[in-house]
């Protein structure tokens, strides 16, 4: 009963930027680490940015100084904000989110996947 929401993929021009958010939501208490992670055809999942909890972030060596992840804990909500796209950047992006349930469990999901394109 847990939904993994995608939003903000699609077309832009290299050195542009993109705005992505993943919403959980369903019987969840709160939200310990979320991290975004893209894969491109014919390659393997790569990690983007994680956040924990309480805001301490990671990213990817390819990413670090464009992409920012950042998360609304009120809203169970991670975003990455792209800038200076590149069209090595192309890709389908997934959310993960470790939700924490009411009585204290932990699962991770996994979005459905949101596109970005960068064109040339």
């Not at 940015?49 to 805001?55: E, P, Q, R, V, Y």
Request: with cysteine; net charge positive.
């Amino acid at each position: 009963q847990v939904q993994v929401v995608e939003s903000g993929g699609g077309l832009v021009q290299a050195g542009g930027s993109l705005r992505l958010s993943c919403a959980a939501s369903g019987s969840i208490y709160s939200l310990d680490d979320m991290g975004w992670y893209r894969q491109a055809p014919g390659k393997q999942r790569e990690l983007v940015a994680t956040i924990t909890s309480d805001g301490s972030t990671n990213y990817g060596d390819s990413v670090k100084g464009r992409f920012t992840i950042s998360r609304d804990n009120a809203k169970n909500t991670v975003f990455l904000q792209m800038t200076s796209l590149k069209p090595e950047d192309t890709a389908v992006y997934y959310c993960n989110t470790k939700c924490i349930f009411p009585d204290r469990t932990r699962y991770t999901y996994w979005g459905q996947g949101t596109q970005v394109t960068v064109s040339s």
